[in-house]
């Protein structure tokens, strides 16, 4: 970020933190206290000695948030990576090495996220479950290693649901209506009933349908055009009881099931090898914003269940809990590859031209994953007033996931027999013999090389099982009646075993299993000082890291010389670790009536895993960067001025650079930057500055009804989706396209044309606003939903080093809507 930059958003802070006092000032009522869970007890969160951010279920409801990437709206530090349905990736503080595709299932995640006691991240694959009946979505950012452990390198997200109630039956059900500009409308069925089973048990059930609206058309072959591909369903449910025998034993059993059914993403594609204005065959294509190409029906599904079991006990002066969790998902995304395979035989034209028909022959891929998961955490907590409190305990957890990958081409062996039978190339060298020396005279076809049936020019098979041992304790003396001293850490133990298993053309079929392991201890220390009652002064310092794994094969078959010498012999990547340093401030000023808090810090990482394309290889393969940071400010303001008028601003500034610069070495001796891993570049999908507000303004409008305002307003700033994009010339490349055909009708050939576009996502702005009436057992509201219709790019989406495709993921569009909400029973 330059100079002007930074200036003009420390200009926009400081102004926003002076307007949010002098408002302040005035204020004529309290805020009311927000108890979380973060350190594994309940406490205040103006008393937890580093940087957490809670919104309750009515802020949620309030700001229209029906997702995680709905909720880091409001949230500093907090970014999240819209990569299609099912799909997002967090991020918090910068820590980010930017996209991860599906097809690298060994990356773990980097910030953790937990139902309740129940650990539900999954490297990719982020569950989109929903946040109806939840009493506060927690955030906790810094590294969280010591009471949470892996995939909580950069932070941890916590949904905290509301908890079984015996003491009265009630519900609330909500019914909502929308429409999207130049989209399709939406709708959603919600509700919650708690029911008393005895006194000392009761049963709480959540359920809800959506029809999730679509918004991406999808021109197809001969011009057509596929109105609203992206939409689909989602449906659940979550069930939970409590049992309550006696005040010192707590039972609580509980099932989420969720459903998510879509059938397309929400990419816009500005170039696609099958369809683009420079082709002179058939369809000759100019795509417009929120358009695709696509010759398939593309998919996505996502089976989601977990089963919990969480017992308390009390002992006495401690307290005893056991969570036992069981997760089953299956994930399948079906995508048209049409233009992957099309560019591989395209350039194949070296050995025969290839026909318009063999390019397009359609070519859809299957992308699967079975996961199964099993976590036990068993912790004991000091359960009585004194100066000196702790928590410790130990985990386990055995996941063992299946992946693979399908690409059935119907035809494609006899492409392949046809362009690669064996022959002598008179051409180069007399003596060289045939180009497919098998004694198979189709020695290329799918079977011969590994696939389980013909025609499958792809195929890969990945199981492993990960196993996770630890042990952990946490201890926080209290020095004074001001200072308190908090000491933790954590013992871990991983290993991971996966079998590699590939064939067809397009593959490495040389594969084989392969192991990693790890152990190590995570510290953290933790201080803060009471100035007074309204004010805490924190520090700490704290480990974090993420596990390594193990590379997949490069698509040897599909590399040019240049990219098997530069991204070959990368058979695995190592643990990813980091030491956090923070300084923060919680101050409540204006007689209660407002919060401000802020947080200053710098991480240190060493061996950072940054994903790379591994260019014309179509494979992605995983490197270590061995030094980077991320320094950064984060402030929050909480305020209700007045008994109608309430608001909140939070802002982060982030620098996050590479620190070391990752080379390769040609066969001639050149030298040349990798993946623009270089000194000084920045961290991919982290925006220099964010910032987001809310505001909601009430009034009476009789005895009996309230009416209220509410809208919020986030800004992100530019950013890259991995660092790769930073690479000088990366935005400008020669592309594949077909000329005229000659009298068979055969195309191919060398590249015709380049093209250029900006890799640097640009900075948008997203507003909402929400109008709405209220009684004591109903409301309903009108909202409006990115009232400017920004067309933001939240991601780049590329095929094949992009000779196959270029896209950006993109936002729903301007919607309006209406939901009415009914309360019955308590």
């Given at each position: 970020m330059n100079s002007n930059s930074w200036s003009r958003s420390v200009s926009l802070v400081a102004a926003a933190v002076a307007l949010a006092l002098g408002h302040a000032a005035f204020a004529e009522t309290i805020l009311g206290e927000v108890m979380v869970t973060a350190r594994k007890r309940a406490e205040s969160m103006q008393d937890v000695p580093f940087a957490i951010s809670a919104r309750s279920g009515e802020q949620l409801r309030n700001a229209g948030a029906a997702n995680v990437e709905d909720i880091s709206r409001n949230i500093a530090g907090f970014t999240v990576q819209n990569l299609g349905p099912g799909q997002s990736q967090v991020g918090m503080r910068g820590i980010s090495a930017g996209k991860t595709d599906r097809d690298l299932p060994g990356v773990k995640e980097q910030v953790g996220v937990y139902m309740d006691e129940s650990v539900i991240s999954l490297s990719l694959f982020t569950p989109d479950l929903e946040l109806y009946d939840l009493n506060r979505v927690e955030v906790l950012r810094g590294p969280q290693g010591t009471l949470f452990g892996s995939g909580s390198l950069a932070g941890t997200v916590r949904y905290i649901t509301n908890q079984p109630d015996p003491s009265a039956s009630y519900g609330d059900i909500e019914v909502t209506g929308s429409s999207i500009d130049g989209g399709e409308a939406g709708a959603s069925l919600r509700g919650m009933f708690n029911m008393p089973m005895s006194d000392t048990a009761a049963l709480r059930v959540v359920g809800y349908y959506s029809e999730v609206p679509g918004f991406i058309d999808a021109v197809q072959p001969g011009g057509s055009v596929h109105q609203d591909a992206n939409g689909g369903t989602k449906w659940g449910v979550r069930a939970a009881m409590r049992f309550e025998p006696n005040e010192n034993l707590t039972i609580t059993p509980r099932v989420i099931y969720q459903d998510i059914d879509m059938d397309g993403y929400n990419r816009t594609d500005v170039w696609n090898i099958l369809a683009n204005p420079y082709t002179t065959t058939e369809p000759r294509v100019t795509l417009e914003d929120r358009q695709q190409y696509t010759q398939l029906q593309e998919k996505f599904t996502d089976e989601f269940l977990l089963a919990d079991l969480t017992v308390e006990v009390g002992l006495g002066n401690h307290t005893l809990t056991s969570i036992s969790s069981y997760t089953d998902r299956d994930i399948l995304v079906v995508r048209d590859a049409t233009q992957l395979t099309g560019s591989v035989t395209y350039d194949l034209g070296a050995f025969r031209p290839a026909t318009s028909a063999e390019v397009r022959i359609s070519s859809p891929l299957y992308d699967a994953t079975k996961v199964k998961v099993f976590t036990q955490e068993l912790r004991v907590a000091s359960d009585y007033d004194g100066r000196f409190q702790w928590v410790g305990g130990a985990f386990y957890s055995d996941i063992k996931r299946h992946y693979g990958q399908q690409l059935p081409t119907p035809g494609y062996d006899d492409v392949m027999a046809q362009i690669f039978a064996p022959f002598d190339d008179p051409t180069d060298d007399p003596d060289a013999g045939p180009i497919c020396p098998l004694t198979s005279p189709r020695c290329l076809d799918s079977v011969n090389l590994g696939a389980p049936v013909a025609d499958m020019p792809f195929y890969s098979d990945i199981p492993y099982d990960f196993t996770q041992i630890a042990v952990f304790a946490e201890a926080n003396f209290s020095l004074s009646e001001r200072a308190d001293l908090t000491i933790g850490g954590r013992y871990y133990d991983f290993s991971e075993d996966r079998v590699l298993t590939f064939g067809g053309v397009f593959s490495d079929p040389s594969a084989g299993p392969g192991s990693s392991d790890s152990d190590g201890f995570l510290p953290r220390v933790l201080f803060s000082y009471d100035v007074n009652e309204n004010v805490q002064l924190n520090a700490q310092a704290s480990e974090g890291f993420r596990l390594g794994g193990i590379n997949d094969p490069l698509n040897l078959s599909l590399c040019s010389d240049e990219d098997v010498t530069t991204f070959g012999g990368r058979d695995s990547f190592d643990d990813e670790t980091l030491w956090n340093y923070e300084l923060g401030a919680k101050v409540g000023f204006a007689d209660g009536r407002a919060q401000f808090n802020i947080s200053a810090y710098r991480a240190e990482i060493?061996?950072?895993?940054?994903?790379?394309?591994?260019?014309?290889?179509?494979?992605?393969?995983?490197?270590?960067?061995?030094?980077?940071?991320?320094?950064?400010?984060?402030?929050?303001?909480?305020?209700?001025?007045?008994?109608?008028?309430?608001?909140?601003?939070?802002?982060?500034?982030?620098?996050?650079?590479?620190?070391?610069?990752?080379?390769?070495?040609?066969?001639?001796?050149?030298?040349?930057?990798?993946?623009?891993?270089?000194?000084?570049?920045?961290m991919a999908s982290v925006p220099e500055f964010q910032m987001s507000a809310n505001a909601t303004y009430k009034w009476p409008m009789t005895d009996r009804l309230e009416g209220y305002i509410s809208g919020t307003f986030q800004h992100i700033g530019d950013r890259y989706t991995q660092v790769a994009d930073q690479a000088s010339g990366f935005?400008?490349?020669?592309?594949?396209?077909?000329?005229?055909?000659?009298?068979?009708?055969?195309?191919?050939?060398?590249?015709?044309?380049?093209?250029?576009?900006?890799?640097?996502?640009?900075?948008?702005?997203?507003?909402?606003?929400?109008?709405?009436?209220?009684?004591?057992?109903?409301?309903?509201?009108l909202f409006i939903n990115n009232i400017a219709d920004e067309s933001a790019r939240l991601g780049l989406d590329q095929e094949r080093g992009r000779v196959a495709r270029v896209g950006f993921l993109t936002n729903q569009p301007r919607t309006i809507g209406v939901t009415y909400r009914r309360s019955f029973g308590k």
């Open positions: 060493k061996d950072f895993q940054v994903p790379v394309v591994a260019g014309t290889c179509s494979s992605r393969i995983v490197y270590n960067v061995p030094k980077a940071h991320t320094n950064g400010v984060e402030i929050e303001l909480e305020a209700q001025p007045t008994d109608r008028f309430s608001f909140g601003l939070s802002a982060a500034m982030v620098n996050s650079e590479l620190d070391s610069t990752v080379t390769s070495t040609s066969g001639s001796g050149a030298v040349t930057v990798v993946g623009a891993m270089e000194k000084g570049n920045r935005g400008t490349f020669g592309i594949r396209s077909f000329g005229s055909p000659t009298t068979t009708g055969q195309v191919g050939g060398p590249a015709l044309t380049s093209i250029t576009f900006d890799p640097l996502l640009p900075e948008y702005d997203i507003a909402n606003l929400r109008f709405g009436v209220r009684a004591d057992d109903w409301e309903a509201a």
